[in-house]
């Protein structure tokens, strides 16, 4: 259970005593000034742009001589695209002399193939760890991978950090009985990380039983929980098609499940995610801003979240070198 000691060191005003150098690709600026806001600093100037032949130039404008610092890039779409100039920021900042290069990546892309499921695949997970470690990064502070085994993919320093308590805090808001609610993870992959959710709201769990016969098409087959007349949250780290969260949503609706929220960390909000998610019977979709979105123009029930605060705070202590797990309350969980 998260206590409320851990949700006030989470909250807590950022005040660096020290000069935090960050810096921002083109993926998610506005997440970048956010950071750079809660920790009293700016961001720091860089010219990137594109050749006429679509080759991405970088040049930093500071002075960086033995620094730490920190770039804000997460992979999201064009992911690939946001994935070259990160490694071509990570150059330039090496061929800058700075002391220690982080990437902080808030949505690690790629992720998703971290092993192999059939013959003559490929790991990209392990791929990408390879092309940062490459360029000349050092530390990677990430935001909720889709499985903690990709910390293992590098050979530098990786704090992995959560934003879990962000949703959490968020249903609590709601003031649902949740003598009535059911924590429900819509694959058997996202078991884990909807226990932990479950836990920290204090309801219990069900599972969806979801199938993959076609690439990127998901059919939900049957619930393994009591879900009858319950409000369901639902909980997954990314939201791409929309197609496993949208299929589930119908499932439980089936199984007479009274309201449905989804809470997700990560809305990559691809092709018809959006039309989905406004056409299924889902009360709220709450997800956090890893991923920048056009607020503007999406439905009133999809609500982004801010993580800049999470993050600054994990900058801060990584900067200080102060414990990271120690803010999220880790150590009085852990058992050896
Ligand atoms: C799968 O393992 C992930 O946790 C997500 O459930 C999945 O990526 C969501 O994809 P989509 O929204 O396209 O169904």
């Given at each position: 259970m998260i206590s409320n000691e851990v949700y006030e060191k989470l909250e807590r005003v950022i005040n660096p005593t020290h000069d935090i150098k960050l810096f921002s690709g083109r993926s998610n600026p506005k997440l970048a000034q956010e950071i750079a806001e809660a920790l009293g600093t700016s961001v720091g100037p860089m010219i990137i742009k594109d050749f006429a032949d679509g080759e991405i130039y970088v040049q930093v404008k500071d002075s960086v001589r033995g620094d730490d610092v920190f770039i804000v890039q997460p992979l999201c779409k064009p992911v690939n695209q946001n994935l070259m100039e990160l490694l071509i920021i990570i150059d330039a900042f090496k061929r800058a002399s700075a002391k220690t290069i982080t990437a902080v990546i808030p949505y690690y892309g790629?992720?998703?193939?971290?092993?192999?499921?059939?013959?003559?695949?490929?790991i990209t997970a392990k791929l990408v760890a390879d092309l940062l470690t490459t360029a000349g990064c050092t530390r990677v502070l990430a935001v909720d991978?889709?499985?903690?085994?990709?910390?293992?993919?590098?050979?530098i320093l990786v704090d992995h950090i959560f934003a879990t308590s962000i949703l959490v805090k968020y249903i609590k808001g709601l003031n649902l009985d949740m003598d009535e609610c059911v924590a429900v993870s819509p694959?058997?992959?996202?078991v884990q990380r909807t226990r932990h959710f479950a836990k920290d709201l204090g309801c219990p769990l069900a599972i969806i039983d979801k199938r993959r016969d076609k690439h990127n098409e998901a059919i939900a087959n049957c619930v393994i929980g009591d879900v009858k007349g319950k409000n369901c949250l639902m909980f997954d780290d990314i939201i791409d098609t929309a197609g496993s969260i949208t299929e589930a949503a119908k499932l439980l609706k089936k199984e007479g499940a009274k309201d449905i929220y989804v809470c997700a960390i990560?809305?990559?909000?691809?092709?018809p995610a959006v039309q989905r998610l406004t056409d299924a019977p889902i009360k709220e979709v709450i997800v956090t801003n890893t991923i920048p979105l056009d607020t503007e123009k999406l439905p009133e029930k999809i609500k982004q979240l801010s993580v800049a605060n999470l993050l600054g705070q994990a900058i801060s202590r990584i900067h200080d070198d102060e414990s990271i797990s120690s803010l999220f309350g880790f150590e009085k969980e852990m058992k050896v």
């Open positions: 790629y992720a998703r193939q971290d092993r192999k499921t059939s013959g003559r695949e490929a991978l889709h499985s903690g085994q990709i910390q293992g993919f590098f050979n694959d058997t992959g996202g990560h809305p990559v909000f691809s092709g």
